[in-house]
């Protein structure tokens, strides 16, 4: 999220102040990108298509010049997050590199590439849901940060002391604040099982995805999002089985069987009140279930089914105004993209209810 502020920020400032009269004709902007590139100031023609985007989400040439100076220059290891975080950890941990990622970690040489051929698979598997869908992700600023602990103790006391998350009972994390993943070794525990090793893998994609959606700009860091989103779309990429496709076109067993379980008891929320909400409206661990799971199930099934209607969502949010919508317009957004939310949840029961009655 930090990195998408980075963008999202000056621009909206000189817009609103009116420092330069030019900049606030979108045109004339892309036109003074066009000659910086023009120029060979590839670093700042990039600089300028994202100031683009971060105006009009849709612009197409604008996406497109980026993505190709994008895609003539390395993707550097080195970026804010990296220094902030490498300043806060012990001289133990080690960096190690893949393709898109950086990994800081105290858990040994295996577990760190293990963990960055887990995060690739991810990075892999959000591009083609973005792709299919034609979301237009940015691409990466730089390598992305993540830090594995070996020890829980150690990385609950890093969560609580430097990103203000009590993460006694989470396998893991996003700080968007820092633009970083942190983790820990959940297989090296005292007394770790295949159980174990499925829920850490299952965390570590949840996370990632949230900090792709973030870093990406498919998901804007100005704007507060509502659960079944923000939730449902990380909890849909969760898998036990990387090396076989994942992602909201495909089913996750758990999740799966908890929302069915849920749908039985009748247990769900309705709709209407669902898409409202932008927090959990209690810590009761029931809450807590039924707000996981019925998100999962909701974004599964709108990316599966209104796949277009999904799109159009996304980037009605991208134009929002900063801030934390009220639960009415968030009501408004569904209903603008998906249509009559009564409509939208008796096609989508009939639909549920379908599925689970087969044998």
């Known amino acids: 999220m930090c990195c998408v502020l980075a963008v999202l920020l000056p621009c909206r400032l000189i817009i609103a102040t009116g420092e330069t009269e030019a900049l606030r004709d979108v045109g004339a902007l892309v036109m003074q990108t066009v000659q910086t590139r023009e120029l060979g100031q590839l670093q700042d023609a990039e600089a300028l298509y994202r100031a683009v985007l971060a105006l009009v989400p849709e612009h197409e040439k604008a996406y497109e010049g980026l993505v190709d100076i994008a895609g003539l220059r390395p993707l550097s290891p080195d970026s804010n997050s990296l220094r902030t975080t490498r300043a806060l950890l012990p001289r133990r941990f080690r960096k190690h590199e893949t393709k898109h990622y950086v990994i800081l970690s105290d858990a040994g040489r295996r577990r760190a590439r293990e963990r960055g051929e887990l995060l690739e698979r991810t990075y ?78 299952a965390a570590t ?113 991208l134009n929002e105004p900063p801030g934390r919508p009220a639960p009415q317009r968030h009501l408004e957004l569904f209903e603008l993209a998906f249509g009559d939310v009564d409509a939208v949840e008796k096609a989508w029961m009939r639909q549920e209810t379908a599925l689970e009655d087969v044998p």
């Not at 990406?216 to 704007?223: E, L």
């Not at 496709?245 to 209407?272: I, K, N």
């Not at 029931?286 to 909701?298: F, M, R, W």
């Open 124 to 201: 892999e598997q959000f591009r083609r849901y973005a792709g299919r869908l034609d979301l237009r992700p940015l691409p990466l600023r730089n390598k992305l940060v993540c830090v594995l602990f070996r020890k829980r103790s150690d990385f609950a006391a890093f969560a609580r002391e430097h990103d203000g998350v009590a993460a006694t009972w989470c396998l893991g994390y996003y700080s968007p604040r820092h633009d970083r993943t942190v983790y820990f070794d959940v297989e090296s525990e005292r007394g770790a099982d295949e159980f174990a090793e499925a829920r850490a893998i």
């Open 205 to 317: 994609v949840h996370e990632a995805i949230h900090h792709l959606h973030f870093h990406t700009g498919v998901q804007s860091s100005a704007v507060q999002y509502p659960m079944w989103f923000g939730e449902g779309i990380a909890t849909a990429f969760e898998t036990k089985a990387p090396g076989t496709p994942f992602g909201p076109e495909y089913d996750f067993a758990p999740r799966r069987e908890r929302f069915g379980a849920l749908l039985a008891a009748g247990r769900l929320l309705p709709l209407r009140a669902f898409v409202q909400l932008d927090r959990m409206p209690d810590e009761r661990r029931q809450t807590i279930h039924t707000v996981y799971n019925q998100s999962y199930a909701l974004a599964s099934w709108l990316v599966r089914e209104r796949p277009g209607e999904f799109r159009a969502y996304l980037f009605s949010m």
